[in-house]
Nanobody
Framework: QVQLVESGGGLVQSGGSLRLSCAAS????????MGWFRQAPGKERESVGAIDWSGTATYYQDSVKGRFTISRDNAKNTVFLQMNSLKPEDTAVYYC?????????????????WGQGTQVTVSS
């Protein structure tokens, strides 16, 4: 079992930055690839990106590539989502999730554990 808790969300102006954190507890964090997802009001959940267990490989959706960066600190059981150049369309609840292996990282149904989410609101 892995418990995930996101933090760092908030209200930011367009063009601003936020750093989300996802703290893990329970099982061995370093065994899991970690994904970030988001869900805007009235829209389906979508993947943002993912990072493999070691932190050496990262993957991003085109919509955030070059603006968002995923990293992890296995010693602190934490994964991060650095979001720069934020746009109003980035407004959503952001979730972290854990799975074994990074294959099909974009597919939410492949993830075993989910956090409760943190709200990110970008004003224009």
């Amino acid at each position: 079992q892995v418990q995930l808790v996101e933090s760092g969300g908030g209200l930011v102006q367009s063009g601003g930055s936020l750093r989300l954190s996802c703290a893990a507890s329970g099982s061995t964090f370093s065994m899991y690839a970690m994904g970030w997802f988001r869900q805007a009001p009235g829209k389906e959940r979508e993947s943002v990106g993912a990072i493999d267990w070691s932190g050496t490989a990262t993957y991003y959706q085109d919509s955030v590539k070059g603006r968002f960066t995923i990293s992890r600190d296995n010693a602190k059981n934490t994964v991060f989502l650095q979001m720069n150049s934020l746009k109003p369309e980035d407004t959503a609840v952001y979730y972290c999730a854990a799975k074994r292996g990074v294959t099909n990282w974009w597919r939410g149904s492949n993830y075993d554990y989910w956090g409760q989410g943190t709200q990110v609101t970008v004003s224009s």
